[in-house]
C-alpha cells in the first residue's frame, strides 16, 4: 500500500513557476512508475507528466513539454513537478498517482488527495 500527499500548489501569476512535490509513504516507492495528472473544473482528468522508477525514462505531455519537469527522488520518497512558464490554461487540481505503467489515470493505483494551482492572467 503506498499513501500519497501533495503539496506546493499556490496561486501564481502568467508566466511564473511553481513546484509540487508528492511524499509517499510505503517501501515499495521506489520500484512505482509515478505520474502527475489534472484536472480542470468541468474538465475530464488529464495526463501530464510521468516517470520510471529509477527516473531515467520520463514522458509529457505535449500542452507540458519543454516547461515542466518531473524527477523523484527515491531515498526520500518524494517525486516533483517543476511548472515554468506557467499558463492560465494550467489551472486545476493536480494529482500525484503511481503504480501505475502508463499516460491514462485509469493505470495507476494509488492518488494522492490533490493539490490547487490557479494562474492568473
Known amino acids: 500500500q503506498v499513501h500519497l500527499v501533495e503539496s506546493g500548489g499556490g496561486l501564481v501569476q502568467a508566466g511564473g513557476s511553481l513546484r509540487l512535490s508528492c511524499a509517499a509513504s510505503g517501501r515499495t516507492f521506489s520500484r512505482f512508475r509515478m505520474g502527475w495528472f489534472r484536472q480542470a473544473p468541468g474538465k475530464e482528468r488529464e495526463f501530464v507528466a510521468t516517470i520510471n522508477w529509477s527516473g531515467n525514462s520520463t514522458t509529457y505531455a505535449d500542452s507540458v513539454k519543454g516547461r515542466f519537469t518531473i524527477s523523484r527522488d527515491n531515498a526520500k520518497n518524494t517525486v516533483y513537478l517543476q511548472m515554468n512558464s506557467l499558463k492560465p490554461e494550467a489551472t486545476a487540481f493536480y494529482y500525484c498517482?503511481?503504480?501505475?505503467?502508463?499516460?491514462?489515470?485509469?493505470?495507476?493505483?494509488?492518488w494522492g488527495q490533490g493539490t490547487q494551482v490557479t494562474v492568473s492572467s
Open positions: 498517482a503511481g503504480g501505475g505503467w502508463g499516460t491514462s489515470s485509469y493505470e495507476y493505483d494509488y
